[in-house]
């Protein structure tokens, strides 16, 4: 079987003083409208004359055009990716799916519309969001094990099936990618005893990891 490269941002090391490993599920939402300010790590959309202001880090996934050239471009030239700014200017209609995070709209995906749409954008459901997170327990070349606390004094253990799509977060990531290619075994980031928050979807009997972010190393 061929080694399994997963893609990995660059991000820096969220440390947490006392991690709590939990499960929840997390309702996302969909803003479309106007960009009225970008900066590489927020965005501010104008929807229905409001403005809303969005937080956007190595996990959000930017479809725009020619975002994946200048994320080849950058890669080659040993950066972990284009800027936010390179890609999404003022002025430009998007939609912007998101979650609300510690009190601040995290963006999980910017995608580029033809127009902001009738009266100046909107506000809609997305889809949901589950977020996981606790110490890792195992890892291989297709999934992720972790444990944790799941309160009352009990525990609880998912494995998440990891492949081409899932995305690492971890300090040094995007540079170790950038070295080889763009892509490295997740074993090169991630390692048991590590605590980690995984976004996931639940799909044929089984739980995918759409991102792994590394939030205290072991």
Same mark, same amino acid.
């Given at each position: 079987?061929?080694? *399994?490269?997963? %893609?990995?941002?660059?991000?820096?090391?969220? *440390?947490? *003083?006392?991690?709590?490993?939990?499960?929840?599920?997390?309702? /996302?939402?969909?803003?479309?409208?106007?960009?009225?300010?970008?900066?590489?790590?927020?965005?501010?959309?104008?929807?229905?004359?409001?403005?809303?202001?969005?937080?956007?880090?190595?996990?959000?996934?930017?479809?725009?055009? &020619?975002?994946?050239?200048?994320?080849?471009?950058? $890669? %080659?030239?040993?950066?972990?990716?284009?800027?936010?700014?390179?890609?999404?200017?003022? &002025?430009?209609?998007? /939609?912007?799916?998101?979650?609300?995070?510690?009190?601040?709209?995290? #963006?999980?995906?910017?995608?580029?519309?033809?127009?902001?749409? #009738?009266?100046? &954008?909107?506000?809609?459901?997305?889809?949901?969001?589950?977020? !996981? +997170?606790?110490?890792?327990?195992?890892?291989?070349?297709?999934?992720?094990? $972790?444990?944790?606390? +799941?309160? &009352?004094? @009990? !525990?609880? !253990?998912?494995?998440? #099936?990891?492949?081409?799509?899932?995305?690492?977060?971890?300090?040094?990531?995007?540079?170790? @990618?950038? @070295?080889?290619?763009?892509?490295?075994?997740?074993?090169?980031?991630? /390692? +048991?005893?590590?605590?980690?928050?995984? +976004?996931?979807?639940?799909?044929?009997?089984?739980?995918?990891?759409?991102?792994?972010?590394?939030?205290?190393?072991?």
């Amino acid at each position: 079987m061929k080694p *399994l490269f997963v %893609a990995a941002s660059f991000g820096v090391l969220s *440390l947490v *003083l006392w991690p709590t490993p939990s499960a929840l599920a997390q309702d /996302a939402k969909v803003a479309r409208g106007t960009v009225t300010a970008v900066s590489p790590a927020s965005l501010t959309l104008e929807v229905r004359s409001q403005e809303m202001t969005f937080a956007v880090d190595g996990t959000t996934t930017i479809e725009a055009p &020619g975002a994946a050239h200048k994320s080849r471009a950058a $890669i %080659a030239a040993g950066k972990p990716g284009p800027m936010l700014t390179d890609v999404v200017k003022a &002025g430009q209609p998007v /939609a912007i799916t998101y979650q609300d995070m510690n009190g601040a709209r995290h #963006a999980s995906l910017v995608r580029a519309v033809a127009t902001a749409g #009738a009266n100046g &954008g909107s506000i809609a459901d997305g889809p949901k969001s589950l977020v !996981s +997170s606790g110490r890792v327990q195992a890892i291989g070349d297709r999934f992720i094990t $972790i444990r944790g606390d +799941s309160g &009352g004094g @009990a !525990s609880f !253990s998912q494995t998440f #099936a990891i492949d081409e799509r899932t995305k690492v977060l971890a300090k040094g990531a995007g540079t170790a @990618a950038a @070295a080889k290619g763009g892509r490295l075994p997740i074993a090169d980031v991630v /390692a +048991s005893g590590d605590f980690v928050t995984i +976004s996931y979807e639940k799909g044929d009997g089984a739980l995918h990891a759409s991102n792994v972010r590394v939030t205290m190393k072991h």
